[in-house]
């Protein structure tokens, strides 16, 4: 099906907005609430706001790199867009759904691309008991926080708290401890991509955890439920020799 008509949005930052004013002079848009593709100028911050921008479009998102590491971007080129985007192949995405309840027995619902996060707020470790599909398979970890990652942000956040990098259509997600002191050998789990993870925070008065669904934080919750909504379907496009598949397996091989 071809891509015809497309719009750009660009991070606030100098290099991007001075990408879309050359870019707007040298290809006809339309408005972002009207186009076929949604070109996104920035870095990988920048996309994931964007998608959820977009996310009750359903549309597909291009982005070009103007940011810093851009692995959720193509590279930056003027040149032959339209082809560029008729040639771009398609990945599939599904977010994490977020719902976190409080102290105050607030409830609070909000969708994750890359992950969803749970952090001490004090100087003090959490204290967090782990179910995975209403089974307790950790009575209590003490550590600064944890996390599920789905497949495209396990090269985030997840990585950098040392959990694994998951292929993108693997049908799993990363649990990961985040500076983990009891059990000090315990390094997360890998879980099939429809289980559901209930996060208890104990001590919470005394202990007090923050919850964060990519920028959505939610401070001082005592319960949060984790689970993969495949009722939203979120679409990346990539060049075909830059695709996201490639770039996942070829980081698992670096220094």
């Known amino acids: 099906m071809p891509r015809q008509s497309f719009a750009f949005v660009a991070a606030d930052t100098d290099e991007a907005r001075a990408a879309s004013d050359r870019l707007r002079q040298r290809y006809q848009t339309v408005p972002p609430e009207e186009a076929d593709v949604i070109v996104a100028l920035g870095g990988d911050g920048f996309m994931l706001e964007t998608l959820h921008r977009f996310l009750n479009r359903g549309v597909p998102i291009y982005g070009m790199n103007c940011g810093t590491v851009g ?33 105050e027995d607030k409830l609070h619902e909000a969708l994750a691309i890359n992950e969803v996060s749970l952090l001490r707020e004090t100087r003090q470790a959490a204290k967090i008991r782990i179910l995975v599909d209403s089974v ?11 996390l599920v990652a789905t497949p495209a942000g396990s090269t985030a956040y997840n990585l950098s708290a040392h959990g694994p990098i998951l292929p993108l259509g693997s049908g799993v997600l990363a649990l990961t401890p985040i500076s983990a002191f009891r059990p000090r050998r315990w390094r997360g789990a890998i879980l099939p991509h429809d289980a559901e993870v209930v996060f208890e925070v104990l001590d919470y008065l005394k202990r007090p955890v923050s919850a964060v669904a990519d920028s959505t934080e939610v401070r001082d919750v005592v319960e949060v439920r984790v689970r993969e909504d495949r009722s939203v379907k979120l679409k ?7 695709n996201l598949e490639e770039r996942i397996l070829k980081e698992q091989f670096l220094p």
């Open 71 to 103: 692995f959720l971007m193509n590279g930056y080129d003027e040149e032959g867009l339209p082809e560029r985007l008729r040639k771009a192949a398609e990945v599939t995405l599904f977010p994490l759904a977020m719902v976190a309840r409080t102290v």
């Open 136 to 146: 307790a398979r950790l009575p209590e970890l003490i550590c600064d926080g944890v």
């Open 236 to 242: 990346l496009l990539f060049d075909p020799e830059h």
